[in-house]
C-alpha cells in the first residue's frame, strides 16, 4: 500500500510499526448537528482505506473519535433548554447512523473528550513542567517557539505565519501564535483543573486520545479533511513533538473538501447539503458510490447529475449481478468460487496506489463486462459466471457498496420456467404476465 503522506508531500509505503498490523486514528466530529456531506466525505474515505487494508491482509486499529466539548455545543444546549450531553448523545447516535446508511463500519473504538477529561488535564501538566507551555492567568498556552519544526505539516515557515497571527494578537500571549490548552470559562461544562475550572483547547484533545487508546504516542496514520491540516493538524505534531519527540503519526492523510454547483458549502451560502436527506433521496450505496469514484485527494463537486449519473452506474452493475446470479442458482450451481485472479489483482494495484478508487472503479466496470458476456453465452460456464461474481462482490466490498441479490424460492423457479415455455409456446400475453411478475420480484 502506497499513501500520500502530506506531511513529507510524497507518495511513500506504507511500513506498519508492527507487521501485519496499522494503527489508525480519524479526527472526528464536533458533535452539535446532524452530519452534513461534508462530515460525510472523511467517514467513506478511510472506511474505503480500512477495507483495503483488511484486503491485503492488514489488521487495522480504527479510532476516531466525538468531540463533545465545544462553544457550539454548548450554546445548542442553551438553547434548547437541556444539558450537553444530551445534545452530543443525539448527534452521536446520528452519525452512527449515517455510518451504517454509507456501509461504513463503525471505528473500533470511539473515545470522547468528556471521558478522557483526567488525562487531558495530566497532558496539558506535562507540558507546563517541560516548559513547552504557560499559565496565564487561568488560561494555558502552548509555546510555539519550543518547537523548532513548528510548519513541518502545513509546509509554511513560523515566521509567515506569525504576520498574519498579529491580527489577532492576545495581549497575554507570548506569541500570537500560541494556541490555547486549557480555557478558564464560566459557561456550560467545566472542569477543575490547576489552572482554573474550564475546558480544554480543541488542539489537545486528539493527541491525548491517540495516547490514551493506542497507549504509545505514534500511530500508522492520522486522517482528517484537508480544513484540519492548520492548524489543527499541525498544533498536534507540535505538543506530541515536545513531549516525546514524535510527528504523533508517521503517515498523514486528508482528503479534499466538497463544493456544491463548483461553490463552497457554508451556511451562508445557504447550500448546506445533509447527509442523511441525501441517503433519504438516493440510497446509501448512490452517495457513496458518488464520493468514491472520486479520487479522495482531489476537490469534489456535488450536483443533482452527479448522484443521478451514480444511481444508474450502480444500477449496471447491480443488473449484471443479479442476472448472473440468477441463471446460477438456476443452474443449481454450488461450487465455491475461486476470484478472477486477473481482475481482482488490477483492482488491489489500483487501490494499493494512493487509494486509487477511479481506477478501481475501471476495474469494476471491465469486470461487469466480462460478467455480462459470461451469462449471456448460449452455454453456460458456471465456473466462470461464478468466478466473476464473486471478483465483484469482493471489489465493491472494499469500496463499501453492499448489494441484496435475489434468492430464488421454488415458487421462483417455477414462474421462471413458466415463462420461458410461454415464450417457447409464442403465448405471449402468459408469458408478458410472467416477465411482470417476475420484474416485480426482483428476479428480470
Same mark, same amino acid.
Given at each position: 500500500?502506497?499513501? +500520500?503522506?502530506? #506531511?513529507?508531500?510524497?507518495?511513500?509505503?506504507?511500513?506498519?510499526?508492527?507487521? *501485519?498490523?496499522?494503527?489508525?486514528?480519524? &479526527?472526528?466530529?464536533?458533535?452539535?448537528?446532524?452530519?452534513?456531506? *461534508?462530515?460525510?466525505?472523511?467517514?467513506?474515505?478511510?472506511?474505503?482505506?480500512?477495507?483495503?487494508?483488511?484486503?491485503?491482509?492488514?489488521?487495522?486499529?480504527?479510532?476516531?473519535?466525538?468531540?463533545?466539548?465545544?462553544?457550539?455545543?454548548?450554546?445548542?444546549?442553551?438553547?434548547?433548554?437541556?444539558?450537553?450531553?444530551?445534545?452530543?448523545?443525539? +448527534?452521536?447516535?446520528?452519525?452512527?447512523?449515517?455510518?451504517?446508511?454509507?456501509?461504513?463500519? @463503525?471505528?473500533?473504538?470511539?473515545?470522547?473528550?468528556?471521558?478522557?477529561?483526567?488525562?487531558?488535564?495530566? /497532558?496539558?501538566?506535562?507540558?507546563?513542567?517541560? *516548559?513547552?507551555?504557560?499559565?496565564?492567568?487561568?488560561?494555558?498556552?502552548?509555546?510555539?517557539?519550543?518547537?523548532?519544526?513548528? *510548519?513541518?505539516?502545513?509546509? @509554511?515557515?513560523?515566521?509567515?505565519?506569525?504576520? =498574519?497571527?498579529?491580527?489577532?494578537?492576545?495581549?497575554?500571549?507570548?506569541?500570537? $501564535?500560541?494556541?490555547?490548552?486549557?480555557?478558564?470559562?464560566?459557561?456550560?461544562?467545566?472542569?477543575?483543573?490547576?489552572?482554573?475550572?474550564?475546558?480544554?483547547?480543541?488542539?489537545?484533545? &486528539?493527541?491525548?486520545?491517540?495516547?490514551?487508546?493506542?497507549?504509545?504516542?505514534?500511530?500508522?496514520?492520522?486522517? =482528517?479533511?484537508?480544513?484540519?491540516?492548520?492548524?489543527?493538524?499541525?498544533?498536534?505534531?507540535?505538543? &506530541?513533538?515536545?513531549?516525546?519527540?514524535?510527528?504523533?503519526?508517521?503517515?498523514?492523510?486528508?482528503?479534499?473538501?466538497?463544493?456544491?454547483? =463548483?461553490?463552497?458549502?457554508?451556511?451562508?451560502?445557504?447550500?448546506?447539503?445533509?447527509?442523511?436527506? $441525501?441517503?433519504?433521496?438516493?440510497?446509501?450505496?448512490?452517495?457513496?458510490?458518488?464520493?468514491?469514484?472520486?479520487?479522495?485527494?482531489?476537490? $469534489?463537486?456535488?450536483?443533482?447529475?452527479? /448522484?443521478?449519473?451514480?444511481?444508474?452506474?450502480?444500477?449496471?452493475?447491480?443488473?449484471?449481478?443479479?442476472?448472473?446470479?440468477?441463471?446460477?442458482?438456476?443452474?443449481?450451481?454450488?461450487?465455491?468460487?475461486?476470484?478472477?485472479?486477473?481482475?481482482?489483482?488490477?483492482?488491489?494495484?489500483?487501490?494499493?496506489?494512493?487509494?486509487?478508487?477511479?481506477?478501481?472503479?475501471?476495474?469494476? +466496470?471491465?469486470?461487469?463486462?466480462?460478467?455480462?458476456?459470461?451469462?449471456?453465452?448460449?452455454?453456460?460456464?458456471?465456473?466462470?459466471?461464478?468466478?466473476?461474481?464473486?471478483?465483484?462482490? #469482493?471489489?465493491?466490498?472494499?469500496? =463499501?457498496?453492499?448489494?441484496?441479490?435475489?434468492?430464488?424460492?421454488?415458487?421462483?423457479?417455477?414462474?421462471?420456467?413458466?415463462?420461458?415455455?410461454?415464450?417457447?409456446?409464442?403465448?405471449?400475453?402468459?408469458?408478458?404476465?410472467? #416477465?411482470?411478475?417476475?420484474?416485480?420480484?426482483?428476479?428480470?
Amino acid at each position: 500500500m502506497r499513501l +500520500f503522506n502530506s #506531511r513529507t508531500g510524497n507518495v511513500e509505503v506504507l511500513q506498519p510499526l508492527e507487521p *501485519g498490523k496499522v494503527s489508525m486514528y480519524v &479526527c472526528g466530529p464536533t458533535v452539535y448537528n446532524y452530519p452534513h456531506i *461534508g462530515n460525510a466525505r472523511p467517514i467513506v474515505v478511510f472506511d474505503t482505506l480500512k477495507k483495503a487494508l483488511e484486503a491485503e491482509g492488514y489488521a487495522v486499529n480504527y479510532v476516531s473519535n466525538y468531540t463533545d466539548v465545544d462553544d457550539k455545543i454548548i450554546k445548542a444546549a442553551m438553547e434548547e433548554g437541556t444539558d450537553e450531553k444530551t445534545v452530543t448523545d443525539r +448527534f452521536i447516535e446520528a452519525y452512527a447512523q449515517t455510518r451504517r446508511d454509507l456501509n461504513a463500519e @463503525q471505528p473500533d473504538v470511539s473515545p470522547r473528550v468528556t471521558e478522557t477529561m483526567d488525562e487531558i488535564i495530566r /497532558f496539558i501538566g506535562d507540558l507546563v513542567e517541560k *516548559g513547552a507551555a504557560y499559565q496565564a492567568g487561568g488560561d494555558v498556552y502552548y509555546r510555539v517557539s519550543s518547537d523548532p519544526m513548528y *510548519g513541518e505539516l502545513s509546509h @509554511q515557515r513560523p515566521e509567515d505565519l506569525e504576520v =498574519g497571527a498579529r491580527i489577532e494578537e492576545s495581549t497575554v500571549k507570548e506569541n500570537p $501564535l500560541d494556541f490555547t490548552l486549557w480555557k478558564q470559562t464560566d459557561k456550560g461544562i467545566r472542569w477543575d483543573s490547576p489552572w482554573s475550572k474550564g475546558r480544554p483547547g480543541w488542539h489537545t484533545e &486528539c493527541v491525548v486520545m491517540i495516547q490514551d487508546v493506542f497507549g504509545k504516542p505514534l500511530i500508522d496514520i492520522h486522517g =482528517g479533511g484537508m480544513d484540519l491540516k492548520f492548524p489543527h493538524h499541525e498544533n498536534e505534531i507540535a505538543q &506530541c513533538r515536545s513531549l516525546h519527540d514524535t510527528s504523533l503519526a508517521n503517515v498523514w492523510v486528508h482528503n479534499g473538501m466538497i463544493n456544491i454547483d =463548483g461553490l463552497k458549502m457554508s451556511k451562508s451560502l445557504g447550500n448546506v447539503w445533509w447527509a442523511k436527506d $441525501l441517503i433519504a433521496q438516493f440510497g446509501g450505496n448512490v452517495v457513496r458510490w458518488v464520493m468514491i469514484t472520486t479520487h479522495y485527494r482531489a476537490p $469534489l463537486n456535488l450536483n443533482e447529475e452527479a /448522484f443521478s449519473a451514480a444511481a444508474r452506474e450502480l444500477e449496471k452493475i447491480r443488473t449484471a449481478m443479479k442476472q448472473a446470479s440468477v441463471k446460477l442458482q438456476l443452474a443449481d450451481w454450488s461450487r465455491t468460487p475461486d476470484l478472477e485472479e486477473g481482475l481482482w489483482k488490477q483492482f488491489m494495484d489500483a487501490m494499493d496506489d494512493d487509494l486509487n478508487t477511479p481506477n478501481a472503479a475501471a476495474v469494476i +466496470f471491465e469486470a461487469v463486462k466480462k460478467l455480462n458476456q459470461a451469462a449471456r453465452a448460449r452455454e453456460l460456464d458456471g465456473d466462470l459466471v461464478a468466478s466473476l461474481l464473486e471478483t465483484l462482490t #469482493r471489489m465493491l466490498h472494499v469500496m =463499501g457498496i453492499e448489494f441484496t441479490l435475489p434468492v430464488l424460492t421454488a415458487g421462483d423457479r417455477e414462474l421462471w420456467h413458466r415463462w420461458k415455455a410461454a415464450v417457447k409456446a409464442k403465448e405471449f400475453g402468459t408469458a408478458d404476465a410472467c #416477465r411482470a411478475e417476475l420484474q416485480q420480484r426482483d428476479i428480470l
